[in-house]
Nanobody, 125 residues
Framework: QVQLVESGGGLVQAGGSLRLSCAAS????????MGWFRQAPGKEREFVAA???????FYADSVKGRFTISRDNAKNTVYLQMNSLKPEDTAVYYC???????????????????WGQGTQVTVSS
């Protein structure tokens, strides 16, 4: 079992930055793919970014060039650096994890077994 705890959310003005952290415990995540998803009120949970065990990265078109996902396996932690934030980025952000196997999708939320409780990000205009 992997437990995930997100932190770093908050209220920020449009154009500002936040850095989310996802601390994992229970198992080392070095061979896990890690993802960030978000869910705004009344909307489906959507893919934001993911990072493979080999440090390949994947982004939703809406955040490319503004968000950066990274991992520190020594700290068992994944980060999401969010720059140039927009009001439409407002959502609860969730960290997700699963073993990185050939053929699994980084973008599909149903292919992640482990989830954190989420952290709220609010961007004011």
């Amino acid at each position: 079992q992997v437990q995930l705890v997100e932190s770093g959310g908050g209220l920020v003005q449009a154009g500002g930055s936040l850095r989310l952290s996802c601390a994992a415990s229970g198992r080392t995540i070095s061979r896990y793919r890690m993802g960030w998803f978000r869910q705004a009120p009344g909307k489906e949970r959507e893919f934001v970014a993911a990072i493979s065990w080999s440090v390949s990265t994947f982004y939703a078109d809406s955040v490319k060039g503004r968000f950066t996902i990274s991992r520190d396996n020594a700290k068992n932690t994944v980060y999401l650096q969010m720059n140039s934030l927009k009001p439409e980025d407002t959502a609860v952000y969730y960290c997700a994890a699963d073993v990185d196997l050939i053929g699994t999708s980084y973008y599909n939320r149903y292919e992640y077994d482990y989830w954190g409780q989420g952290t709220q990000v609010t961007v004011s205009s």
